[in-house]
């Protein structure tokens, strides 16, 4: 399965072995913006009421993301951590609620989502944004929320997204445009603009 899943209906779904043992569940994704995927996952208890367990799970160690469960091989996938690891971890690498500002230093939004791709990618796709006046191109929502493929963005660090200030021409309420645009700004076809 490769469809794409949001970044917030990750929490709490749960990590399962593939002879059907849940054994934890997501707490927070944590990526890898260089890379441009998911990195790991913090995980609490077997229900959702325990607590943070002081272990966390690489993203090489995940067999299979799907949209009801994080496939895993066996417990033996989840690594052990100090838990002011997995937190330092969990805080360095969370992009909900960052600050999307222009390289021209005006800021346009705020990270309210992150689209993934399913299946063993975990690649970032796109970004949902809550998006300020100046980046609103038609929008029929009264929210403003808006897509940016990740393609647009010039880098991530800590808690702030750039994207270059002409990106905001590309921007829009539905991912599928902004694929679409995006793309064939870069004269790539429809299914290149990934």
Partial sequence: MNGLTAVRSLTTLPVVTLGGDAVAHVKDTVFDPAAGRIASFTL???????????????????????????????EGAL????LSVARRDALRGRLLGAHVLT?????????????????????LVAFRLAAHRELVHGSR?????????????????????????????????????????????????????R
């Fill in 44 to 74: 609490t208890g077997r229900t959702l009421m325990s607590g943070p367990l002081p272990r966390d799970l690489p993203w090489p160690a995940v067999h299979c993301l799907g949209p009801h469960a994080v496939m895993v091989r066996d």
């Fill in 79 to 82: 690594c052990d951590l100090p």
């Fill in 103 to 123: 390289d021209e230093g005006d800021l346009v939004g705020t990270v309210l989502d992150v689209l993934v791709e399913g299946g063993t990618s975990g690649r």
């Fill in 141 to 193: 929502h009264r929210r403003h929320q808006v897509y940016v493929p990740r393609g647009e963005v010039l880098s991530v660090s800590g808690r702030t997204l750039v994207i270059p200030a002409h990106a905001t021409a590309y921007v829009t309420d539905d991912l599928p445009s902004s694929v679409a645009r995006t793309g064939a700004r870069h004269g790539l076809g429809r299914g290149a603009a």
